[in-house]
């Protein structure tokens, strides 16, 4: 069975929300290459060295279309595309929300706020919960079981090291507030995990 990417207009469609959902990234990851990186443990090019080949590979498993392809289609598509913007809009949300703190490296400044307004109230990597929404949608919209583990695979690895090194960072950094704000908040989903 062939993927919708190949057929339009969901080509068209996909293509429009990959763009509009992904444009923000190579702004941000062009602003944030003049920082420095001493805290960022290697994350940054660990999500590089993995994300970019997994999505890659979930794309030629799609296409493929030999091995894994989802039952109706046309549902799987219409829901990750929809995931797709969802991902999308709240990642915008944690842009605006940390403002100039919200960097592709992990950069503590001194004087940093602990920032709990918005969807920070509740977690405190809403922006990884944003990029797990937008990847599943994505893979959902391949229509592929074996892209969906491929991609959700690469996000959990390179996600759980992130969130270890930023953490640790903002501990040492902001203390307290920052302790007192991880015991009120989970990491990813509201009052769950």
Known sequence: MRTLLTVWPYALVFSAVFIWAYAPEFILNRRSRKLPSSQDGGSLRLATLVQIPATAAAFVVALAGKFGALERQRLWFWVGVGSMVVGGLLRRHCFRMLGPSFTAVVVVAPGQQVVERGAYRWVRHPS??????????LTLALGNWISVAIILSAAVLTYAYRVRIEERALLDALGEPYRSYMGRTKRFIPMVF
């Open 128 to 137: 990884y919960t944003a990029a797990a929404v937008f990847y599943a949608g």
